[in-house]
């Protein structure tokens, strides 16, 4: 819900409600809890489209939340329009080269996830997720406030309030998620610093419109146009299907202004049409990541925690995960069935991938499009085509920032307190390729069940056992979580021999976010295995 009043004392203090702050409220509310989620934004600019990926495995969240098919619905470009990642001379120039595909755009249902990617502009998604902020009656969100101090302690986090008019409230909470991004108070508040690098030169983002791109034939259809010109080099997309367009003019020095990006944009057009400019943004890549992700009862989350360069798509997806980890964590400690130890495998998990996912974008600041700029490419000759067939082979390079499932699907927690090692082989780490694993740490490998429906509808809410084998026993785990109110659901899928076989168990226990938090065949010791997973520092129950 939305309201002007700010109440005194909370258990949780969000510090942001951009994506990561409205995703972490999200789990929280769901679970009941009661969430203060104070955002300096009154509106959302449908023009500053900032990220525009939302990863396969962030749908599959959306889906767990139930907001999947609404934000396809609100999406103003269907998966349908285009797939593709097309490289040309300019947009009536040549086509260079296509990745297809591209972030997960498929069309079909694929076994390896229970949704496929969407190209969506930041404010839409946000605008939903505060739709569903609304509807849940324990959140509340505070537009036009921002937190302008945090002082973090041992017991509680006093927070101050700044409103739209100066006034300053202060508030208590138990707990505060800083999704505050680089420019707020809570990273500060735990001491925390950034660590890494800049791109070497800035870029422009412009959002624009164009009339003759809607008239005239372009030279391919793509979701995602990668211009290699001689002058200047970018890429540019649809935001909709109603004539508005994106660019990013990369490597730039001193630029501004709408006539500067409107000729930028005709260069890389490649034409002189006419282009009426709607926004501009100069921005330079940072790869930056946080020393430590806590305080003692303050935890950054998102861009408060770590700084993504936007090749690859993974920056905004990358914030969500981290919401996910910590939300079902600390609604579980909150609801009295989780230690406050648990909260430590927070940053043991998610600062990883940060690092992971940074390195892997942060690689294709070197393959940007002015660096593969070059003349001649539009001669229509056979000496420009010959450029062109060159010109397409080096351009494999880029493949990682397009198909990128081994990253998205792929990054696992196995060396997480909060996960029981079963000593079996834990894969390499991939970025193109994904190769389902149920080891634990994993995402569960998805599967669709002969009903129709995904494997993942089929999870409860909090902890999952599922039941792969007849002849596996998980009733002393299942009386156990009974005695100790630890919210488990026990789903038995009969005789699936392909599920069973690609989980290489009978038994797997699948936390909250559907990550696989143990795997055997018999529980040895339900007691220990529940203490573990639930984050405290006792020795691994057996797994056989």
């Keep these: 819900m939305t309201e002007a009043h700010v109440p005194s004392r909370v258990p949780v203090l969000v510090a942001g409600g951009g994506p990561s702050g409205l995703a972490a409220a999200i789990e929280l509310g769901r679970r009941g809890v009661e969430v203060l989620v104070v955002e300096p934004r009154t509106t959302l600019d449908p023009l500053r489209a900032r990220a525009k990926t939302t990863s396969v495995r962030t749908m599959e969240h959306l889906r767990r939340w139930g907001l999947a098919d609404r934000l396809r619905a609100h999406a103003p470009l269907p998966v349908a329009h285009a797939q593709d990642v097309v490289f040309c001379t300019g947009l009536f120039g040549h086509e260079i080269t296509r990745f297809p595909e591209a972030f997960g755009l498929w069309t ?17 998604v946000e605008q939903v997720l505060r739709d569903a902020v609304a509807e849940l009656p324990t959140v509340t969100l505070l537009a036009g406030r921002r937190v302008t101090a945090v002082t973090d302690g041992t017991a509680e986090v006093r927070a101050t309030v700044e409103g ?6 202060e508030v208590t909470a138990e707990w505060l998620l800083g999704c505050d991004g680089s420019g707020g108070v809570s990273r500060r508040a735990v001491g925390a610093r950034y660590e890494g690098s800049s791109g070497a030169l800035p870029n422009l983002s412009v959002t624009f419109r164009s009339r003759a791109l809607e008239e005239r ?18 890429l540019m997309g649809r935001l909709d299907l109603d004539g508005t367009w994106w660019a990013i003019v990369q490597g730039l020095d001193g630029v501004g202004g709408d006539a500067d990006a409107a000729a930028l944009v005709r260069t890389l057009v490649g034409d002189d049409v006419d282009v009426e400019v709607l926004a501009t943004d100069p921005w330079q890549a940072r790869m930056l990541l946080v020393d430590r992700y806590r305080g003692q009862r303050v935890l950054l989350v998102g861009d408060a925690a770590h700084l993504n360069p936007p090749w690859g798509g993974h920056g905004f997806n990358t914030c969500v995960g981290d919401a996910v980890n910590i939300g079902w964590k600390l609604a579980a400690v909150l609801g009295g069935w989780a230690p406050e130890s648990l909260l430590d495998s927070y940053e043991a998990e998610r600062r990883p991938v940060a690092e992971r996912t940074i390195d892997a974008a942060g690689s294709q600041e070197a393959f940007l499009a002015p660096s593969f700029a070059g003349r001649d490419l539009d001669d229509d000759g056979p000496a420009g085509q010959e450029l062109r067939t060159a010109l397409a082979g080096a351009l494999q390079v880029k493949d990682p920032e397009f198909h990128s499932l081994g990253l998205v699907l792929g990054y696992d927690y196995p060396r997480s307190p909060a996960v029981v090692p079963d000593g079996g082989p834990v894969p390499a780490p991939a970025l193109t390729s994904y190769t389902p694993s149920a080891h634990p740490g ?13 494997l993942y509808d089929a999870l409860g809410p909090e902890l999952t056992l599922l039941v792969l084998d007849p002849a596996a026993d998980g009733t002393g785990l299942r009386r156990e979580a009974s005695a100790t109110g630890v919210p488990l659901e026990v789903v038995d899928l009969g005789s699936l021999p392909r599920l069973r076989r690609l989980v290489g168990a009978g038994l797997v226990l699948v936390r909250p976010d559907q990550h696989v938090a143990w795997r055997g065949d018999v529980v040895e010791d339900p007691a220990a295995l529940l203490t573990r997973v639930l984050g405290a520092a006792v020795p691994a129950p057996a797994s056989r």
């Excluded at 079909?108 to 930041?122: D, L, M, S, W």
């Excluded at 739209?164 to 409230?169: F, V």
């Design 108 to 124: 079909g249902r694929r076994e390896v996830a229970a949704e496929a990617g969407q190209q969506v502009p930041q404010p839409v």
């Design 442 to 454: 994993a995402r569960l490998p998805h599967a669709w069940l002969p009903d129709g429906r995904s």
């Design 164 to 169: 739209p008019d100066g006034d300053t409230t």
């Design 217 to 234: 034939p372009l030279c391919a259809l793509g979701v995602h146009y990668w211009v290699i010109g001689a002058e200047r080099g970018g």
